[in-house]
């Protein structure tokens, strides 16, 4: 139940911040998991008489549906109580998911196509909306306002896990077929974890706008955006193409560890540039490697480990880029945006990979996109960035 008193705690590991951490990591585990096991029914099912640009079209759609509801969150959220509306959002979830499977299992062709398409639109729909009261509003009420760029920077790292531990838990649990009911109970474990996490309580705005940016996009953070878009669009190529395989994701987790270790005990008193300019070294260098060395055991190991240094580095600091370049109120607006801008790119980068189902094309589209992200973070965004943060 909501409480109308704000706690004080001590520390930032207190038992609401650790569970909301952990629904965190749940609902983008849940989400990734959906999304492998939907391209892996696909397959089994031989696509049910869709083109693959159709099937393509299906896995990523979801990227688009993460905006739909944004502009109308900062009302809910007013009108509201949160953590209602945070719940519903992951219901409606499962439902979606339902609808999906089942179609996914029972249709062919065109109606097949149709309900699929808007299932995973409005799946995406309803993440987005829990994703951004999460980010944007929970973790930030919780939490002192001394330790909320802490608090902000450390839930994110749980639910960048998610993109290694969702298909790796697709490919080592009963769920290669969707209609497996493993992803069910964890929506199931989802719910029951934020019914029990304390919410401050805060009266209900009558008086809020129906639809604004607040809580949604960061107008400022354009350019930022443009430039974590390509580096996003790699990892989700190089995910998609290794749905079915458990190396990839085991070796993308241990790479992700070791970027949260750099961040701490290497980086953290680094130029501001060198994050991001090794992240797109080290992708770069396992782009290189697919490229010219695919197939070979070490290769197959290495890369990964690239892959998720690589992204960690960037997508830690670009996080704390977003934060400092907020105005004031703003943060939760930057968390929303980081988080659509890292999302867009991997259901960009699944659209890619589904439909182009080339390796040595995706690699080489990937490597482009690379050394173009570095070129334009050095040459244009970190001296942009530099003129217009504000903290």
Known sequence: ????????????????????????????????????????????????????????????????????????????????????????????????????????????????????????????????????????????????????????????????????????????????RIEEPVILWLYVATLLLISIIRIPFKSPDDNGHVFCFDRFIMPQGIHLTLNLLPVTVVLGMSVAMAFHNEIFFIQLALGLALALLAEIFVFVNADLQSEFISGGILITGALLLYIFRSGIPVVEHLAPVLIGIGSGL???????FFNKLAHHCQRGTAQSSFFLSWELGIAIGFFLALWLDDFHLLDSIGLVLIVFALMLYHFYTHPWYLKHKNR
């Open 314 to 320: 960037i997508g830690g600091r670009m996080q704390l």
């Open 1 to 176: 139940m909501d409480t109308q008193n704000t706690p004080i705690h001590i520390r930032l590991w207190h038992r609401d911040f650790w569970l909301l951490a952990i629904v965190n990591l749940l609902m983008s585990t849940i989400v990734y998991m959906q999304l492998s096991a939907l391209g892996n029914a696909m397959t089994f099912y031989d696509g049910d008489g869709l083109r693959t640009i159709e099937q393509a079209l299906i896995i990523s759609i979801y990227g688009l549906g993460i905006f739909i509801l944004g502009p109308y969150c900062h009302y809910l959220l007013q009108r509201y109580q949160r953590k209602r509306v945070c719940q519903l959002s992951v219901a409606a979830m499962a439902l979606m998911s339902i609808v999906v499977s089942l179609a996914a299992s029972k249709m062919h062709g065109y109606p097949l196509f149709v309900t699929c398409l808007l299932g995973m639109f409005w799946y995406g729909a309803f993440f987005g909306l829990a994703q951004m009261i999460i980010s944007s509003t929970l973790v930030i009420d919780i939490t002192e306002s001394a330790q909320r760029t802490e608090a902000n920077y450390t839930s994110a790292w749980f639910r960048r896990f998610a993109i290694a531990i969702g298909p790796l838990l697709t490919i080592v649990a009963p769920v290669s």
